[in-house]
């Protein structure tokens, strides 16, 4: 019966997303799995926009070990379990809004640089 009213499970899914935060913050300053190196890059000014796809990264070296992984994935499930409930809320399907999502994307072709 929890997760019935909408304040509840936008405030559940904000906390949810806090602690996902957290766990991937945890990574890189307790465990020290994940460094972060990130600086200003560079951008030259022929530099078309598939050029500037190959310039920018993630800033992430090293990978999740696998206790740090287990504990980002419990938390991005937590996530998911909050979105999907906020869906259900709203009379809104995962699947419509992947697919509305998958739209944009491939509207934009180029453009979404993924």
């Given at each position: 019966?929890r997760?019935?009213?909408?304040?509840?499970i936008?405030?559940?899914?904000?906390?949810?997303?806090?602690?996902?935060?957290?766990?991937?913050?945890?990574?890189?300053?307790?465990?020290?799995?994940?460094?972060?190196?990130?600086?200003?890059?560079?951008?030259?000014?022929?530099?078309?926009?598939?050029?500037?796809?190959?310039?920018?990264?993630?800033h992430?070296?090293?990978?999740?070990?696998?206790n740090?992984r287990?504990?980002?994935?419990?938390?991005?499930?937590?996530?998911?379990?909050?979105?999907?409930?906020?869906?259900?809320t709203?009379?809104i399907?995962?699947?419509?809004?992947?697919?509305?999502?998958?739209?944009?994307?491939t509207?934009?072709?180029?453009?979404n640089?993924?």
């Amino acid at each position: 019966m929890r997760h019935q009213s909408v304040l509840d499970i936008l405030s559940k899914s904000q906390e949810a997303n806090a602690r996902m935060n957290r766990a991937v913050t945890k990574a890189v300053t307790s465990c020290g799995c994940l460094r972060v190196h990130a600086e200003k890059k560079p951008f030259p000014k022929e530099a078309s926009l598939k050029d500037l796809k190959n310039l920018l990264d993630s800033h992430l070296q090293g990978e999740l070990c696998s206790n740090c992984r287990d504990i980002v994935i419990n938390e991005m499930g937590k996530n998911l379990f909050y979105l999907a409930a906020l869906c259900n809320t709203l009379g809104i399907t995962l699947n419509e809004v992947m697919e509305q999502e998958i739209k944009k994307i491939t509207t934009l072709g180029v453009f979404n640089l993924t």
